[in-house]
């Protein structure tokens, strides 16, 4: 009965709530849960460290992970967190440097947690597994993680723009989007990062944020935006910017009022910003006092502040650089925004300051210019956490198109954005991994690479790449 009574509200309601969960769940056995390189170990370290060494001195975490590498000829780990230098060990507080925020690793602590208490109990019925925070209850867990708020961030994707569309074009954006660009792998392959982690919160700020459009918003409201903020924060300091979304609706809304001369609106609506602020500030205070104790001050460590130059001279670059560019990596992001002229018909003052958070991410990592091309990483991943900006502008794209084109040519194209993406990711892991295609795009012979090489190399290698994925991806 209760089957037959999920069946019926499936056929009956909103199936793309259901096709995001069954795909995320397919999708988990074909994941690579595990910790191997150095961003990754920096975000797992704040965790495992502060649990079972009560610190922040991460160099028995950082000599696990180097070693692990060491024993398969990969150095990387080692290089790049155990090699001192002026600034590493700080020479203030004597610990090793951590450039990553502490936002992920508050987000995997429940499920850390439950694996430690899933150690302890197998270990009094009579297993014999290592409770150190290292062994494969913890990297699972952890990694997992990031898949579930991988899929909840999906799933409030897809509610947004249910807002707007239908049934049929939200599922088909938000299923687009995720599979065709670098979400995929870093929700599936590079999982102990902090980019499906920081999806997942600007969608949940955007769907406490949005109901609130036109109207006044509660003060307990303001205080949830707070706290999501600061989480925000510090997953990625970067994401900070967005909230000039809600910054520019304020703004909007205080020169509506003083027109008004609406006095006693404009001091309620000061008094919930300043909550706003007040629990924001509140909410970061654990990345605070982290670079206290790292740094000996409240701020990132000099490695990353040194980086930027506030002209962001490589905003360009950043979406339509050659071999690095966002849009080449993923034209689907592309397409997305050109869905948001749609949204301004029905809000266009949304559309504005949504295409404002998206270049905003796009102006700050223009700043960056030494790492601003990213180099050794999959896409362009620093503008996943943007997803729900693309979902909205696609799925009012295809709900003005399905008309005129019909179903099935959109679904044609919804596919060919995805095996570009996949066939990115064949070539990235194990198809042209010693080309140097690592390092950036390498058009030539690209379209034979995509359309025959990585079909057959994926047909020969389907044992490694269904049971053996560790021996297929490697720390370059």
């Known amino acids: 009965m209760l089957r037959q009574r999920l069946w019926v509200t499936m056929l009956q309601g909103d199936r793309g709530p259901w096709l995001i969960f069954f795909l995320c769940l397919a999708l988990l056995p074909l994941a690579l849960p595990r910790i191997a390189l150095s961003d990754e170990v920096q975000y797992y370290a704040y965790l495992r460290s502060v649990y079972?060494?009560?610190?922040?001195?991460?160099?028995?975490?950082?000599?696990?992970?180097?070693?692990?590498?060491?024993?398969?000829?990969?150095?990387?780990?080692?290089?790049?967190?155990?090699?001192?230098?002026?600034?590493?060990?700080?020479?203030?507080?004597?610990?090793?440097?951590?450039?990553?925020?502490?936002?992920?690793?508050?987000?995997?602590?429940?499920?850390?947690?439950?694996?430690?208490?899933w150690v302890i109990l197998a270990n009094l019925l009579g297993a014999e597994i290592a409770r150190d925070g290292y062994s494969r209850p913890y990297i699972l867990a952890t990694c997992w993680m990031t898949a579930l708020y991988s899929m909840l961030g999906l799933q409030l994707t897809y509610r947004l723009a249910r807002r707007y569309v239908g049934d049929f074009a939200a599922t088909l954006a938000t299923l687009t989007v995720f599979l065709a660009s670098p979400l995929l792998f870093y929700t599936t392959i590079a999982m102990p990062w902090s980019h499906a982690n920081g999806f997942f919160l600007f969608a949940l700020f955007l769907t406490i944020w949005l109901p609130g459009r036109g109207a006044e918003r509660s003060l307990r409201?303001?205080?949830?935006?707070?706290?999501?903020?600061?989480?925000?924060?510090?997953?990625?300091?970067?994401?900070?910017?967005?909230?000039?979304?809600?910054?520019?609706?304020?703004?909007?809304?205080?020169?509506?009022?003083?027109?008004?001369?609406?006095?006693?609106?404009?001091?309620?609506?000061?008094?919930?910003?300043?909550?706003?602020?007040?629990?924001?500030?509140l909410a970061v205070t654990p990345q605070l006092l982290a670079y206290q104790i790292l740094n000996g001050h409240p701020g990132p460590s000099s490695t990353v502040a040194g980086?930027?130059?506030?002209?962001?001279?490589?905003?360009?670059?950043?979406?339509?650089?050659?071999?690095?560019?966002?849009?080449?990596?993923?034209?689907?992001?592309?397409?997305?925004?050109?869905?948001?002229?749609?949204?301004?018909?029905?809000?266009?003052?949304?559309?504005?300051?949504?295409?404002?958070?998206?270049?905003?991410?796009?102006?700050?990592?223009?700043?960056?210019?030494?790492?601003?091309?990213?180099?050794?990483?999959?896409?362009?991943?620093?503008?996943?956490?943007?997803?729900?900006?693309?979902?909205?502008?696609?799925?009012?794209?295809?709900?003005?198109?399905?008309?005129?084109?019909?179903?099935?040519?959109?679904?044609?194209?919804?596919?060919?954005?995805?095996?570009?993406?996949?066939?990115?990711?064949?070539?990235?892991?194990?198809?042209?991994?010693?080309?140097?295609?690592?390092?950036?795009?390498?058009?030539?012979?690209?379209?034979?690479y995509?359309?025959?090489?990585?079909?057959?190399?994926?047909?020969?290698?389907?044992w490694a790449l269904l049971f053996d994925r560790c021996r297929l991806m490697t720390n370059c």
């Open 221 to 281: 409201t303001w205080i949830g935006l707070g706290l999501v903020a600061g989480l925000m924060v510090m997953t990625r300091e970067q994401l900070g910017l967005l909230l000039i979304i809600p910054a520019l609706e304020a703004l909007a809304g205080y020169v509506g009022l003083v027109r008004t001369q609406a006095w006693r609106r404009v001091g309620r609506q000061l008094g919930q910003h300043l909550a706003f602020v007040a629990t924001l500030v």
């Open 450 to 462: 995509q359309f025959v090489e990585v079909p057959g190399q994926i047909l020969g290698k389907v």
């Open 307 to 448: 980086k930027l130059n506030w002209l962001s001279p490589r905003f360009f670059d950043t979406l339509f650089d050659p071999a690095h560019g966002a849009f080449l990596w993923a034209p689907v992001l592309l397409i997305g925004l050109f869905g948001l002229p749609r949204l301004a018909r029905r809000d266009c003052g949304l559309a504005w300051m949504l295409l404002t958070g998206f270049l905003a991410q796009t102006y700050i990592n223009g700043a960056f210019g030494t790492t601003w091309h990213l180099s050794g990483s999959f896409g362009f991943r620093r503008l996943i956490e943007c997803t729900p900006i693309i979902v909205l502008g696609l799925a009012l794209l295809i709900e003005d198109l399905r008309p005129r084109l019909g179903t099935w040519p959109l679904v044609l194209l919804a596919v060919l954005l995805v095996y570009w993406n996949v066939g990115l990711i064949a070539q990235w892991t194990f198809v042209r991994n010693a080309d140097g295609f690592r390092r950036g795009l390498i058009w030539d012979g690209m379209l034979y």
């Open 52 to 117: 079972f060494d009560h610190d922040l001195d991460f160099r028995n975490e950082y000599t696990h992970f180097a070693e692990a590498g060491l024993r398969v000829d990969d150095h990387a780990v080692a290089n790049a967190l155990l090699r001192e230098d002026a600034v590493n060990p700080n020479p203030v507080t004597g610990l090793l440097r951590n450039v990553a925020p502490v936002g992920s690793a508050i987000l995997w602590a429940p499920g850390f947690i439950l694996a430690d208490g």
